[in-house]
């Protein structure tokens, strides 16, 4: 295996592809990257943990075809320090050599044959269909649903995100059974049957992270067991970045039945302004204590905390509905006013035991469901 690339390709595809390391690999190999080179100039790099799998290429000069695993850490740190400019990458007899400028350096390689074939090169025949999503519009549905899901492994479905996929319309859905983002939007492309899917919030964070600024499609294949993100190809030099992830067992929440409706008590404010009053009254609430909110006229925003001390703040709104009392995690309550996206967010409340909704004003297509906290 030879090669020589520009030392900006080959760190933007080292840092793509080792996302998908764990930290907690199960074989030694996993810690690896996988840099194949093919005789049309085209260089991929890819990395799994057999749960998540991530895949791009580049073009580069190639002297001689063939494959290679190289450590994950050692080799992406080895190309981020060398200078920009070409390089040289050679691989032969169990190590790895790497030239740029007058340094040459030899890296130990992983044994091939000990690498696991990638999730995402299974056969086709099995797929369902795949989804077409305009990349910014799937982006900001990840970040308005992925915050609420769990990070307790105990509970591993609830570590995902519910994927509910009809011919033409997505739902996207998570809880941590304390609060729930839900979001539904229109995609192209074509599938059967109706599918529920559970896919892990890690990998659904490294979508995110790739769609961001990204314009064009997003292409999502469906497989019995699998999903295959595809973003499509980025320029001459660079080939398109995919993102495979396995699906998560087990039955996710029936959350629809746990959202109410028909609420008399309605709050509507700029989501900005209400976050920046939360935030300062925030302050004071320390060890968990919940920010208490007094719904009327005005809205009055206060936090008390023993020992530290406390804070309110009135804020101007437009409300319906009768005066009540009700006290959020602010943690969970930021989170949800800053995913609403929207230049006006509503605030539906029953009373201060029962759960509140936050949703943009004049749109139904996120609902952000969140418990209050019972006050003393």
Known sequence: MKFRCERDDLLGAVQFASRAVSNRATLPVLSGLRIEVAEDGRVGVAATDLELTMETSFMANVGEPGRTIVPSRLFGEMA?????????????EGEVEISSGRGQFHVKALAPGDYPALPIEGPS?????????DCGVL????????????GDESRQVLTGVLWEVSPGMLSLAATDSYRLAVRSLEVGGGIGDPRSVVLPARALQEVGRVLQGSSGRVRATLRPNLIIFSVGDLGEKTGEL?????????????????????????????????????????????????VRFRLGTDLEVSAHTPDVGEGQEVLEVEYE?????IAFNQQ????????????????LASDGLKPALLRPEGDNSFTYLLMPVRLN
């Open 139 to 150: 982006a900001t549905a990840l970040s308005q649903v992925v915050r609420a899901a769990s």
């Open 321 to 325: 509905g009768q005066e009540l009392v």
């Open 125 to 133: 025949q099995g797929d369902e269909g795949a989804l077409d999503v």
């Open 332 to 347: 969970f309550l930021t989170d949800g006013a800053a995913a609403i996206g929207a230049d006006r967010l509503m605030l």
């Open 80 to 92: 981020r320090s060398l200078s920009p400019g070409q390089v040289s990458v050679a691989g032969a």
């Open 242 to 290: 995919v993102i495979g992830s396995r699906f998560i067992e087990g039955e996710f929440p029936k959350y629809r039945q746990l959202i109410p409706e028909g609420y008399s008590n309605v709050l509507k404010v700029e989501p900005d302004r209400l976050l920046e009053v939360v935030r300062r009254v925030g302050l004071l609430a320390r060890d968990q204590m919940p």
